[in-house]
């Protein structure tokens, strides 16, 4: 079967960018002629800078300045050569200095990024495995891409669960030689700090295991010279601890630094490190400047200087210790964020505030959750107090204000982030103001037929009878996946006509059902040995069995948003009482636009499903000579040669129901696709689904054979078809069964979409859904090809990222 075109990750923050950008939080640009680190102006309008990562604000100390311009003015702009032949004047300096500052040899790279690409290929072995942390900043796990053509396993761990990392060491120690542990010091988005006490206590549990720490963040704000928040934590570097960090952000220069205490591997990564070895170094202006950043660091003055910072730091802490805003971590670092919880209340917030006077940063994913979107800032020496108050007090009175406008309560915020609630009088005023209702129902018995029909009934396989059918099969089953619970949902306006109307499953699904078949493959691997790897309960739009349209929008009403909303607010809800990760929007077209935006602001990710494929033009022939010229010459020539001069080898027979025997055959079929087939990957429906689909009317079967003149041992179908008869005059094939050890003599697969196509011209109908996958094949006969897309809303992301991440994991 043809591969499914799956989503690229950039094209989804494609999406997610231009969003934050289309509302004004993205890609602006600051307007000052001089830059004081108190203000910065943006659209000609000067705003309080609570948006900076150099949290001392060294750059504007008049001593790296003086040394900078000195420094151009002796040696130029730049030093274009690489420094595996020569190396600038003073950078000798710099490196000795550094030195002095960490006690521990030291190289020196031109930013942070560099410095990873030149680092970890070089220091990680082929024998080695690795293992991030969910949240290890993206310019490590960048450089960890380099490892897997190696075959090096990269695996990952939820943030800071050490239990988990425990977990994999002991799994990982017999098979590697070392076992490198990858963090940041402190977090860039919430603030939050390594629990590197801990970790220390597991490099001297397992000798094996080593870390790799990037502490850009905690860099000169805290420590012993300014040397960060990792030592800070530790009397001294650990012999098995390469140490990341910066001479940008608080350190107010420019350029990166390694720090390792084994002069060897010091020498090793020195010789040949990658950009090390290739690319230009740091300019005359960056190194001066960083020796004078160093001579504070080495001074008294480093510790007046981080005094005056966490002076702010404690204030802010005090300050929203008497509101009731989610700041999301508490901890004394100058790295602040309050949950927001989706994108539009982010930008929501962010652009009350620039409207008050205030710059911030929006944390959005992917750098958190997209369900975990908040107002980043941070607190600098350049920030007074009275500043730090003022955005507060800014902040505090314009959440509950953006609440009410997004039609949000604190606790959903508060229930995104998994922090305790609190008492409110919730009054959804736009729903009132909009007369909007909602009914819930769960069971389709309890919703109007012809209504239902109406709305829906046209879409698939999912009309008011096809839905019965499937609460009957998937109910009072042996294993907790064959158990799904339906939810109908219908949002009306005063008129009492449905703005909105869909149904949504509970149910246990694989988080790799859209990922690349290669690494369904891998993930099933693993679950022939624990089948509930990589699962979660998830809150599913229509089923894992329909395809088409699972929901009716009137776009035309003018309140179609709201009632969205509406409908957000309960699915929620819902998702909470199932325990649910994942909220799941599926089968839409990608030229909805306005849809498209709508979704993206309320939280979703934009991902690609397999493209559906339709025939929809059966008035346009009558036989099958008229047939064959409806299609294109390739398509021609292929059915002539590959199915209709096989069909005579077949006997083929429509029946209304099937016999036991006949069940247990088919079913024994379809897992034969199933277990082949991981373009779709999801559970197999349970056998007692066919028996319902024996008992009901409007359901069919097609069975394939060979003539006994042709395969004598071949008496029994080696290819059974389900499919459903519409109300509304569709037909629809929603499971298949073959016998693999006929399919290439036979051409058992077209012969059997063939076989679709000519029973549904017989009966007339309007049009005939062939389902997802091998798009390429059903287009040879007259298919047309449907692309669809999916919105995806996680509570977190890891196991997302963790499937993104298997390439080679498991590897070795």
């Known amino acids: 079967m043809a591969k499914i075109k799956h989503n690229n990750f950039l094209d989804t923050v494609d999406e997610i960018f231009t969003n934050a950008k289309k509302n004004g939080v993205f890609h ?16 000609s309008k000067s705003l309080f800078h609570f948006g900076t990562t150099s949290y001392l604000n060294l750059e504007l100390d008049e001593r790296l300045k003086e040394a900078a311009i000195q420094a151009i003015n002796k040696y130029g702009t730049q030093f274009p050569l690489s420094k595996t032949y020569l190396s600038f004047v003073i950078y000798k300096e710099l490196e000795e200095a550094l030195f ?16 990873h690409l ?115 934590k530790i009397k001294s570097l650990h012999e098995k601890i390469i140490l990341i960090s910066t001479l940008s952000k608080s ?20 010789t040949f490190g990658g950009p090390l070895s290739f690319s230009a170094q740091l300019e005359p202006a960056g190194v001066a400047a960083a020796n004078a950043s160093a001579k504070i660091h080495l001074s008294p003055d480093i510790y007046r200087i981080q005094n005056e910072l966490s002076e702010r730091i404690n204030y802010c802490n005090e300050l929203f210790a008497e509101t009731n805003l989610p700041l999301i971590e508490k901890n004394d670092c100058p790295v602040f964020f309050v949950g927001t919880g989706l994108p539009a209340s982010g930008y929501n917030l962010s652009n009350r505030l620039l409207k008050e006077g205030f710059y911030v940063n929006l944390g959005i994913f992917p750098a958190v959750p997209v369900k975990n979107t908040g107002i980043r800032f941070t607190i600098s020496r350049g920030n007074n107090l009275e500043d730090i108050k003022n955005l507060v007090q800014a902040i505090d009175y314009h959440y509950p204000k953006m609440l009410e406008e997004m039609d949000k309560t604190a606790n959903s915020v508060r229930k995104a982030f998994k922090l305790p609630l609190i008492r409110e009088e919730v009054i959804n005023q736009k729903y009132l103001a909009n007369n909007l209702s909602l009914q819930v129902e769960d069971k389709i018995e309890n919703i109007d037929k012809t209504e239902w029909n109406k709305l829906l009934g046209e879409n698939g396989s999912f009309d008011w009878d096809g839905l019965k059918l499937i609460e009957e099969s998937f109910s009072n089953n042996e294993k907790p996946e064959h158990n799904w619970s339906l939810k109908y949902f219908i949002v009306r306006d005063q008129r009492n006509h449905p703005v909105i109307a869909t149904f949504f499953t509970s149910c246990i699904w694989k988080e790799d059902m ?30 894992l069995l329909t395809e088409g349209n699972h929901i009716y929008i009137d ?43 709508f979704f993206i602001s309320q939280g979703f990710v934009k991902v690609n499903m397999p493209e559906t494929c339709v025939v929809e033009d059966f008035s346009s022939w009558n036989n099958e000579k008229e047939y064959l010229s409806s299609l294109s010459l390739n398509s021609r020539k292929h059915l002539k040669k590959e199915v209709l001069k096989m069909e005579k080898f077949y006997e083929v ?10 069940i247990d055959d088919f079913y024994r079929l379809y897992l034969n696709v199933k277990g082949r087939n991981f373009d779709v990957n999801y559970f197999e429906p349970p056998k007692k689904l066919i028996q319902k689909l024996s008992d009901l009317p409007n359901f069919e079967f097609i069975t394939l054979k060979i003539k006994g003149e042709y395969e004598a041992e071949a008496i029994a179908p080696i290819s059974i078809i389900a499919a459903y008869k519409s109300p509304s005059n ?22 059997s979409l063939f076989q679709v196509l000519k029973r549904a011209k017989s009966l007339n109908v309007n049009k005939l859904f062939l389902g997802f996958s091998a798009s390429i094949e059903k287009k040879k006969f007259g298919s047309k090809i449907i692309p669809k897309i999916a919105y995806i809303q996680a509570k977190d992301n890891f196991n997302l990222e963790y499937i993104e991440s298997l390439s080679t994991l498991r590897a070795s």
């Open 653 to 662: 027979e429509y029946k209304d129901s099937l016999t036991e025997k006949e």
């Open 28 to 43: 602006l640009y600051s307007e000052d002629e001089f830059f004081t680190g108190r203000k910065i102006q943006i659209e």
């Open 514 to 543: 859209l990922a690349p078949t290669l690494k369904s493959r891998k993930i099933e691997e693993e679950r022939t040995l624990n089948p509930y790897y990589l699962t979660s309960r998830a809150f599913i739009m229509g089923s």
């Open 251 to 270: 350190f107010g220069a420019s350029g990166a630094v390694m720090i390792t205490s084994n002069k060897e591997l010091h020498r090793y990564v020195k």
């Open 118 to 232: 030149a680092v970890i290929p070089s220091v990680i072995r082929d024998e080695d495995v690795v293992i991030l942390d969910h949240q290890v900043h993206n310019s490590v796990q960048s450089a960890c891409q380099m490892l897997k053509p190696r075959g090096i396993p990269v695996d990952m761990i939820r943030h800071s669960n050490l239990n988990m990392l425990e977990d994999k060491i002991k799994e990982y120690r017999d098979r590697h030689k070392k076992i490198w542990y990858m963090i940041d010091g402190v977090y860039s988005m919430y603030g939050d700090c390594a629990p590197i006490e801990e970790i220390i206590l597991l490099l001297e549990k397992y000798p094996q295991l080593h870390l790799y720490a990037d502490d850009v963040h905690g860099m000169s704000w805290i420590g012993k010279n300014g040397t960060g928040y990792l030592l800070s």
């Open 730 to 751: 569709n037909y629809i094939p929603i499971m298949i069964g073959m016998d693999y050890n006929y399919l290439e003599k036979y051409g058992v697969y077209r012969q």
């Open 555 to 597: 776009q035309n009403n003018l309140i179609w948003k709201e009632a969205f909303s509406m409908l957000f607010e309960k699915l929620a809800d819902e998702q909470e009482k199932a325990g649910s990760n994942v909220l799941l929007l599926r089968d839409f077209e990608d030229d909805n636009i306005e849809l498209k935006n």
């Open 100 to 115: 002095r500052m960490y006690e521990n040899p030291v190289l020196v790279a031109k930013n942070s990024t560099l410095c």
